[in-house]
C-alpha cells in the first residue's frame, strides 16, 4: 500500500490515503421509494380542495390513474379529456362559431377569457390547482419527505 499524501493549508489538513469500501445502499432505496410513494400521494390529496368540482368525475378519474402511478414520482393533476382545458383555466371554443359548444368533429381552440369555476363544493377551485397545492403545503411535503427518507426533520 503506497503512502498517504498529506497536503497542509492554512487551519487544515487533507490526507489523501488509499481506502476503499463496499457500501450497500438498499436501505436507502426502500426508504426513497417509501417517500416517493407518501410524496405522491400527499400531492394528490392536497389537490383535491382546489380542484373544480361539479360531479366528481374528474377528480375520480385522476385519482385512480395517479394511483395506478404512486411512487413513481408522475400524479396526474387532471384526467383525460377535459382536464387540461380545466386545469390552463381558459375557455376553448368552437373556431367557426366562436362557441363553447362545438359542431360535431371540430377542434376547440383556446380563448384568452378565463373560466368561471363553481366554488360551491370546493371554495378555493382554481386553475394550475397543483401550484396552489404546492403554495399551500409545499413545506410540509418537504418535511415528510425528509422524515420517511431519514434526512433531517
Known amino acids: 500500500m503506497a503512502r498517504p499524501k498529506t497536503f497542509h493549508f492554512p487551519n487544515y489538513q487533507i490526507v489523501q490515503g488509499d481506502i476503499k469500501a463496499d457500501i450497500s445502499l438498499e436501505r436507502f432505496e426502500k426508504q426513497f421509494q417509501d417517500a416517493q410513494y407518501w410524496l405522491d400521494g400527499q400531492v394528490f390529496q392536497s389537490m383535491i380542495p382546489f380542484m373544480p368540482y361539479r360531479d366528481g368525475n374528474m377528480a375520480h378519474v385522476a385519482q385512480i390513474q395517479s394511483a395506478s402511478l404512486q411512487g413513481s ?14 386545469y390552463e383555466g381558459l375557455v ?9 359548444f362545438a359542431r360535431k368533429d371540430a377542434k376547440k381552440v383556446v380563448t384568452d377569457r378565463p373560466l368561471q369555476f363553481s366554488k360551491i363544493t370546493n371554495p378555493d377551485a382554481t386553475d394550475h390547482w397543483f401550484d396552489a397545492a404546492k403554495e399551500k403545503d409545499g413545506k410540509a411535503w418537504v418535511k415528510g419527505v425528509k422524515r420517511i427518507a431519514g434526512g433531517k426533520k
Not at 74 to 86: D, E, M, N, S
Request: no cysteine; net charge neutral; hydrophobic share 40%.
Open 73 to 86: 414520482g408522475r400524479v396526474i393533476a387532471a384526467g383525460p379529456p377535459y382536464g387540461r382545458f380545466l
Open 92 to 100: 376553448m371554443v368552437d373556431p367557426e362559431t366562436m362557441s363553447p
